[in-house]
């Protein structure tokens, strides 16, 4: 076991981390959908793709002092969530 994997299976949890994670997904979902409807008249699919468009432009461009590995991971991780968010946006609207 690496000592970065040890370190973080050692940390206490602290439920209220969960929390913010779900604020700022909140908050990230009502802009998504805020930039969505700015459009108008967008289906689902053009909501998705205003999500990439968001990625693209927001956060896969974001490249911090980290491992390419590591900013892959959030990259990814930032693609899917806004794919999701502004695909149920795109749906339920």
Same mark, same amino acid.
């Given at each position: ?5 040890a370190? !973080? ?6 439920? $209220? ?6 604020v ?13 409807e ?8 053009g909501? %998705?793709?205003?999500? !990439?468009?968001?990625?693209?432009? !927001? ?6 002092? %980290?491992?390419?590995?590591m ?6 991780? $930032?693609? %899917?969530? !806004?794919?999701?968010i502004?695909a149920?946006?795109?749906?339920w609207k």
């Amino acid at each position: 076991m690496s000592k970065a994997f040890a370190e !973080l299976r050692s940390e206490k949890r602290q439920p $209220w981390k969960m929390l913010v994670v779900f604020v700022q997904s909140l908050v990230i979902a009502f802009t998504v959908a805020y930039v969505i409807e700015l459009k108008r008249n967008v289906d689902w699919l053009g909501a %998705v793709e205003i999500g !990439l468009l968001l990625w693209f432009g !927001l956060s896969a461009m974001q490249w911090e002092k %980290v491992p390419l590995k590591m900013a892959l991971i959030h990259a990814g991780d $930032w693609l %899917v969530k !806004l794919l999701v968010i502004s695909a149920i946006v795109g749906v339920w609207k």
